[in-house]
């Protein structure tokens, strides 16, 4: 696993960053993404920017390394969030080079939005698929189990991040495919790919299990024959 860093800049046209889903898994709908993003700003306009001030310095207070934020005399703050790449289906990425596995730090701003977290990923890796085509999810560990959520893609990481605080058990970020069911945003040709992976998938699971039963009726057959010939 390799990491990165990289950085946006507001008025940059290069995403200057400063700052496996499976196939059958039903998909979120938009009400929920409409539900967290009014929940999320309901969330902002509670905090003053005094407020604001306090819990950046509280969570610079607990982080354990540089990544710390900073507020701005215009009441925008900038920090810093890593994104783990987790892809399943086949990307085009120019120069030839996988971005799976990746993990990536980004500096970015509170007004930075889900959607330009994902569009600047895929830039710093030379991603060429269509941005509508992934989703950034933030996951979080609560006791003993784990939860991943699709993030709207007006809502703010920076923000989530600072609520949470540092620690990446309490929250992390993952770049996925879009959950199956929005298949709007693939072409014929990528959809059919994506049933030549699914039948090479079930030929390579036909063969295993084929040699599995093979073996089990090899050893059977041993055994019937040592039975049969006790001495």
């Given at each position: ?16 960053f400063t700052a496996r889903t499976s196939f059958f898994k039903k998909p979120h709908g938009k ?139 309490a929250l992390s970020f993952v770049l996925r495919e879009q959950p199956t069911g929005e298949w ?37 057959e041993e055994a019937l024959r040592a039975a049969g010939n006790p001495g």
């Amino acid at each position: 696993m390799s990491s990165g860093y990289s950085s946006l800049e507001d008025d940059s046209e290069e995403f200057f960053f400063t700052a496996r889903t499976s196939f059958f898994k039903k998909p979120h709908g938009k009400p929920t993404d409409c539900k967290d993003v009014e929940k999320e700003r309901e969330l902002r306009t509670r905090f003053s920017k005094e407020e604001i001030g306090r819990k950046i310095e509280q969570y610079n207070f607990s982080v354990k390394d540089h990544l710390k934020m900073t507020l701005n005399s215009n009441g925008v703050y900038t920090g810093f969030i890593k994104v783990q790449l987790e892809l399943r289906r086949p990307i085009t990425v120019r120069g030839g080079k996988g971005a799976g596995g990746v993990v990536n730090t980004l500096h970015i701003s509170s007004v930075n939005t889900a959607h330009e977290v994902i569009r600047a990923l895929l830039h710093k890796f030379t991603v060429a698929d269509n941005p509508a085509k992934f989703a950034l999810f933030k996951r979080c560990r609560r006791e003993d189990q784990v939860y991943v959520c699709k993030l709207a893609e007006e809502e703010h990481p920076l923000f989530l991040r600072l609520v949470a605080g540092p620690n990446m058990d309490a929250l992390s970020f993952v770049l996925r495919e879009q959950p199956t069911g929005e298949w709007d945003a693939f072409s014929i040709p990528e959809l059919h790919n994506f049933l030549r992976i699914l039948d090479k998938e079930e030929e390579e699971q036909l063969q295993l299990l084929t040699r599995r039963y093979v073996t089990y009726r090899q050893k059977l057959e041993e055994a019937l024959r040592a039975a049969g010939n006790p001495g």
